[in-house]
């Protein structure tokens, strides 16, 4: 027995940059997706949708589209209320309607369902429905929503008010008001975060299978959280839940627009349970982009208690957000991290104090959408717009200004003004890291020479952390399911394994880097370890991935399950060894003997003796499972620089350069982890160059296809400059990890606005909504004024 220690980064452990593996299937078109799935006997469903954003529903004639045929089923709203299922609770305790029955309330309101042998006759049976609509007056915005004689878009709920969601408030209201009165300047802004869309590759799609006899209810689908779909499930259709199968394939990205439920989920297990048949529901792009979980639309506007050497006081802020016809997003009064009261996390500030309001419109419905966490995008984006606008007050520079205010690197753990608990970070030395790698002093003065001539070149800076890792299950749950996440891993006999967790990856790597934490963990080399997510059948109960949980949550779980097996191989190595367990060592990948370290046995060696040599008295196999329940968020930390020349003539903005140091803690898979970042800036760069969805006055959803709504390609997306020197492992999770999916769609925004702004800082202008378009700046530039 003569087994060395391994090289940790060639097995493939933590830090190493392993190729991905899934990226093998997916690159040779082999991947398995929803719409892959082909079971015997499948029928096509397809979508009826409504073309107005508001009218009352005063007949449907499905008579046409029953008389097609191939046409099998016809689904109404009238028929879903037969079986309580014409309405589905939201994540915030609202309620949606699956198909219209009283009112359509958004324009792609889905309103009847026809599932036929193919899509086509579905699809055209769809155009046979008639239905007969009594318009009403839309609302496209919160202020038209909020005015007095204002239709009421939720009429079908009892007690509802007007348009109001709810009025929400928290922090310290008499504090920040001293603060307000004790400052030498106080800068306002005011700005509105536009809706935007995910718009994952693959829409959303499910294909249910009801089989009569077994009484087995399986459902292929598209979603990001298949346990908590099992539970919802279980609990609506009212089927007993070891009857029910969730299986999510393959995902061709979700970036949170696969959390929610959608109606066609609903109706196609409906349809199958009635058809005792398999029912297969894909969505197109358009049905993708009008109706399902969309981002943002948030208007906010706040003010910054200052004293003249720079120190920032107290912050106000109040948020009027427009939530659509259905309130589906996380609210704070029902999870804790939502709407603003994240931000101003990364400075010390002795008050704040939000206000919310939350509106009903005539759109679709929000989700926890778009590498958002609850909202925590506009939180930061509002931050540093504020940030920066607030040092230009001042007349101190905005890097100096962010230095000055960050929380010190001695001051961890930090309550935030809005009482959450920071855990660790360094923020001042990312920032100098930034700051020379875009080389500060030189561009300052490479803008003035600029400015002499004319030319208009800006530096924009954007500093921020944000809270990933929901939950810990004492102040996070999701319709009462406690938050905490779980892995499983089962060491066969040669010393393979197969790992399974309850998060589910979209795109991001979760079979190659949980690989790597088990080789970290155990030695054992992560091409031995199979990893399997998404299957309610095989995989440990757990709450999926969004709000970039996984490494936090799930990841965590992966160490600790590793941890289990490794204190059950320690006894089968002493028995190997024939020594106590007391002398035994670990190194990794092998158990030595401590007074004779050449003896040893490796994890393998122990692996084949639990099922051919363990001591008596031992439970036979090496298998466990870990629950982790973490005692807080992760808080990385990131800051992202942008350098741009705009064009006075034409209000085109290029992008010269951009810098990003992010430090997530430890990278598991320091490769993946740029492709995070990659990734994030390039959403975050389309949201501020060219991405929204608006409504025209009629509440016609303009952004319904490629040509209205933009994704940037490899033509317009800038180079990035990305920078990893900066580590600060998370103190409470088992490896050090924090989150980092989402950090860079989040924080990266604001710095491209604030790069504009800073070139445009002679025309006195403040604020130019996103998406900052070459015709808003140009207005800007000519008319010198602010531009939403
Ligand atoms: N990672 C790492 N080291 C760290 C942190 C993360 O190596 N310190 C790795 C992880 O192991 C994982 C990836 O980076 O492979 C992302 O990890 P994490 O930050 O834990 O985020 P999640 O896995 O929970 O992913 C969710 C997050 C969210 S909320 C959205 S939205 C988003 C995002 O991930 N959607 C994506 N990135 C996406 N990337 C792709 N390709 N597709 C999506 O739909
Ligand atoms: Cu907010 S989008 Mo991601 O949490 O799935």
Not at 439 to 447: A, L, P, S, T, V
Request: glycine share 8%.
């Amino acid at each position: 027995m003569t087994t060395q220690a391994l090289d940790e980064i060639k097995i493939g452990g933590l830090g190493s940059s392993r190729k991905r593996v899934e990226d093998d299937r997916f690159i040779r078109g082999k991947g398995n997706y929803t719409d892959d799935v082909v079971l015997p006997g499948m029928l096509h469903m397809e979508i009826l949708r409504s073309p107005l954003p508001h009218a009352r529903i005063k007949s449907i004639d499905t008579s046409k589209a029953w008389a097609v045929p191939g046409v099998h089923l016809v689904l109404t709203g009238e028929m879903m209320a037969t079986r309580n299922l014409a309405w589905m609770p939201t994540l915030s305790y609202d309620t949606q309607a699956v198909l219209a029955t009283d009112k359509v309330r958004f324009q792609g309101q889905e309103v009847a369902c026809v599932i036929a042998d193919d899509p086509y006759i579905a699809k055209d049976a769809c155009e046979l429905i008639e239905v007969d609509y009594e318009a009403l007056p839309p609302i496209v915005n919160p202020w038209q929503g909020l005015e007095p004689d204002a239709p009421v878009i939720r009429d079908d709920k009892v007690g509802q008010d007007g348009n109001v969601i709810y009025n929400w408030e928290v922090g310290d209201k008499a504090g920040t008001d001293r603060a307000f009165e004790q400052a030498d300047l106080v800068s306002k802004l005011e700005l509105h975060y536009p809706r935007s869309h995910p718009s994952p590759i693959e829409c959303c799609g499910s294909v249910a299978d009801f089989n009569r006899a077994t009484q087995k209810l399986t459902v292929y689908m598209t979603t990001q959280a298949p346990h908590i779909i099992r539970a919802a499930v279980a609990m609506v259709a009212e089927l007993p839940e070891q009857m029910i199968r969730i299986i999510s394939p393959d995902i061709g990205g979700g970036f949170g627009n696969k959390v929610p439920v959608y109606p066609g989920y609903v109706c196609s297990i409906l349809a199958s349970i009635l058809l005792e048949r398999p029912v297969k529901w894909i969505e197109d792009k358009t049905g993708n982009l009008i109706s399902t979980g969309f981002a943002r639309d948030i208007y906010l506007k706040g003010e910054m208690a200052l004293r003249k050497d720079g120190k920032i006081l107290g912050v106000r802020m109040h948020t009027d957000a427009d939530h659509g016809a259905f309130f589906s997003d996380a609210q704070p009064s029902k999870f804790k991290i939502g709407l603003m009261h994240s931000a101003f996390a990364a400075y010390d500030i002795p008050a704040a104090h939000l206000t919310a309001r939350g509106v009903y419109t005539n759109k679709a419905p929000g989700g926890v959408a778009y590498r958002c966490s609850f909202r925590v995008t506009e939180a930061m984006f509002f931050q540093e717009r504020m940030v920066q606008a607030a040092a230009a007050d001042l007349g101190i520079d905005q890097a100096e200004f962010r230095r000055m205010n960050f929380v010190r690197d001695d001051d961890f753990p930090h309550r935030t003004p809005f009482g959450f608990l920071t855990d660790s970070g360094q923020y001042a030395k990312c920032l100098d890291v930034g700051l020379k790698a875009i080389d500060y002093e030189n561009f300052r003065k490479e803008q003035a020479e600029a400015r002499k001539q004319g030319r208009l070149l800006g530096l924009g800076i954007s500093t921020m952390t944000e809270p990933l890792g929901a939950g810990n299950s004492r102040e996070y749950d999701i319709l009462g399911i406690k938050m905490f996440d779980s892995a499983e891993l089962k060491i066969h006999m040669t010393g393979k394994a197969i790992l399974r967790t309850g998060a589910k990856s979209q795109g991001q790597g979760h079979e190659t880097t949980w690989a790597q934490i088990v080789a970290h963990e155990l030695g054992i080399p992560a091409d031995d370890i199979t990893v399997e997510e998404g299957d309610t059948d095989t995989a440990p109960f757990g709450m999926g991935t969004y709000a970039s949980r996984s490494t936090p949550v799930a990841g965590a779980a992966v160490a600790m399950v590793s941890r289990k097996i490794r204190a059950k191989a320690r006894k089968l190595a002493a028995h190997l060894l024939e020594v106590s367990e007391e002398d035994v060592e670990w190194e990794l990948g092998r158990f030595y003997v401590r007074s004779a370290p050449q003896r040893g046995v490796s994890i393998q060696e122990c692996a084949m003796a639990a099922y051919s040599n363990m001591p008596d008295g031992m439970e036979p196999g090496l298998e466990n499972t870990a629950y982790y329940d973490p005692p807080n968020l992760t808080w990385p930390f990131a800051v992202y620089i942008v350098t741009v020349e705009v064009d006075r003539e034409t209000g085109v903005w290029d992008v010269l350069r951009m810098v990003a140091v992010d430090d997530c803690g430890v990278r598991i898979n320091p490769m993946i982890v740029e492709g995070q970042i990659m990734g994030g800036l390039t959403e975050a760069y389309a949201m501020a160059s060219m991405q929204f969805i608006t409504f025209d006055a009629d509440g016609n959803c303009v952004g319904s296809n490629y040509m209205d709504y933009l994704l940037p390609s490899a033509w317009e997306t800038p180079g990035y400059e990305l920078h990893s020197e900066v580590v600060t492992p998370c103190p409470h999770h088992p490896i050090g990890a924090k989150g980092i999916g989402e950090c860079a769609a989040v924080g990266g925004p604001a710095a491209f606005v604030n790069a504009v702004m800073d070139a445009l800082e002679e025309t006195g202008v403040r604020n130019i909504d996103m998406p900052v378009l070459p015709d808003r700046v140009w207005e800007a530039i000519t008319y010198r004024r602010d531009v939403s």
